[in-house]
């Protein structure tokens, strides 16, 4: 065994190694993100009183329940690690800081991406009135765009929240208000998309607001993130 | 009981000057000055509160000083914390293990984030604490006895210069003490911080010791001046 200087992909390769590990071990995460938005669309079935929802509205309940099914996932995002001390291991270690945090968002999009291919069809079959096939090609945009929105932004309120002793309170107080422009853009985008006529053009004008947010948070999360990790 | 600064001429592997740490209003360390020579031992005594593990953490470059020096194997903090991880080895508290990982696992990742190549050296540590055989059990189904010595591994997985231990021995039965004895005990040849509430037994292993008391230090001698009575004061 010889030591040197660690290198980031092997650093991130076992970073993701273990995040996965730990929750296919204890399901801390992802089963409740997907079990939230199934009942929620169950809850919207109930409380609307319809079926087939179109448009705007469809847009609307598609984005919020992902979004609250997304805070459960960035409560947990640094939990294990805060509580079994794994932060100050990493502290203690020469590895790049960075490499955290690209594990961290690699993680909460693993986790995004399992979230939606349980809450989209669920989604289909509780609520949404055209077909989902025509639909999916735009939808599949609006979604990574959005998730790309939600993972900058909810790795960096993880780290931020997940040192404080109110975090559960602390994660969502900071990052819902965050989310609320990836939200405007993300359901404005999907609206023609889930049209009752048909799957309609994506509307440019929000894609590119959406994705000019993403990059504006991306930069920010990479500039603070070694800063919030520090003392 | 003495009081004062000892100084040591060469090869400091500590060098701390007026260090000082608070939390918010509350001072946890005050102008704590020594010196240790590497490959000494330095014992820190305490009652609780007394600061012993925050003089730890700032050692271990996770906390950052308010006030005064620290130079830990040869360089400046928290200015050059980068060049001294990876050098320091942390035994403290919380065994710094996820519960649903395994000791092999464990140590995989920590191989990793310290740039070791294969896993010769953790199955060579997991040998010497006797946890080869419960090594590919979560963490979890594990014993705090046995969890601690898989945290004397990740420890010392790196081979470092520096060992910062505190209450190494908790939770261990007298054969597992008996166990990690020449991995973290003198023999080690390494220098080592110890912090511990049994004056007895670290004056037998230590060449100096700090006495704290509300951060500030009460006792700063050889350990060869001292006798255990003296150091029970400390709690009192």
Not at chain 1, 101 to 127: D, H, M, N, Q, R
Request: hydrophobic share 55%; proline share 5%; aromatic share 6%.
């Amino acid at each position: 065994m010889s030591a040197g200087a660690p290198q980031n992909r092997v650093v991130l390769g076992a970073l993701l190694r273990k995040e996965l590990r730990v929750e296919l071990r204890s399901f801390s995460a992802v089963p409740a993100m997907s079990l939230f938005s199934v009942t929620t669309f169950v809850l919207f079935h109930f409380a609307l009183q319809r079926n087939a929802l179109s448009d705007d509205l469809a847009s609307g309940v598609l984005w919020v329940t992902l979004l609250f099914a997304a805070v459960l996932g960035i409560n947990r995002l640094f939990v294990a690690d805060a509580e079994q001390g794994g932060f100050d291991g990493f502290l203690l270690s020469p590895a790049d800081r960075s490499v955290l945090l690209y594990s961290k968002a690699l993680t909460l999009l693993a986790y995004l991406l399992v979230l939606e291919l349980v809450a989209v069809p669920a989604f289909a079959l509780l609520l949404l009135g055209p077909a989902l096939w025509p639909a999916l090609p735009g939808l599949l945009v609006v979604l990574a765009l959005g998730d790309a929105g939600i993972v900058v932004i909810g790795t960096l309120v993880g780290a931020l929240a997940v040192r404080t002793s109110v975090r559960d309170l602390l994660g969502p107080m900071i990052s819902l208000p965050l989310l609320v422009p990836v939200l405007l853009c993300a359901a404005r985008a999907g609206a023609p998309v889930l049209g009752a006529g048909g799957a309609g053009a994506l509307p440019l004008r929000w894609l590119v607001t959406l994705a000019l947010y993403d990059l504006v948070f991306g930069l920010i999360t990479f500039a603070v993130f070694d800063f919030l990790l520090e003392d | 009981m003495p009081r004062g600064r000892l100084e040591v001429a060469t090869l400091a592997a500590l060098e701390l000057r007026g260090l000082t740490r608070h939390y918010g209003e509350r001072l946890a360390l005050a102008d704590v000055s020594v010196d240790v020579e590497a490959g000494q031992t330095l014992a820190v005594l305490g009652p609780n509160g007394a600061g012993k593990t925050t003089l730890l953490r700032l050692l271990a470059t996770l906390l950052r000083p308010h006030g005064g020096e620290l130079q830990v194997l040869g360089h400046t903090l928290p200015a050059e914390n980068w060049a001294v991880r990876g050098r320091i080895g942390l035994l403290g508290h919380e065994p710094l293990l996820y519960r649903e990982l395994s000791a092999r696992e464990n140590l995989g990742l920590y191989g990793a984030l310290h740039g070791l190549d294969g896993d010769e050296r953790a199955g060579e540590l997991l040998a010497a604490v006797a946890m080869e055989r419960r090594a590919d059990e979560p963490l979890r189904t594990l014993s705090r006895g046995m969890v601690q010595r898989v945290a004397v591994c990740r420890a010392l997985l790196h081979d470092p210069e520096l060992l910062l231990l505190d209450e190494p021995r908790a939770n261990l039965d007298p054969a597992a003490s008996e166990l990690v004895e020449p991995l973290i005990g003198r023999a080690s040849g390494r220098t080592r911080v110890i912090v511990s509430h049994d004056p007895a037994g670290v004056l037998a292993e230590a060449d100096l010791v700090l006495g704290l008391v509300r951060g500030r230090v009460h006792v700063l001698a050889g350990a060869a001046e001292l006798d255990a009575g003296a150091l029970v004061e400390l709690y009192r």
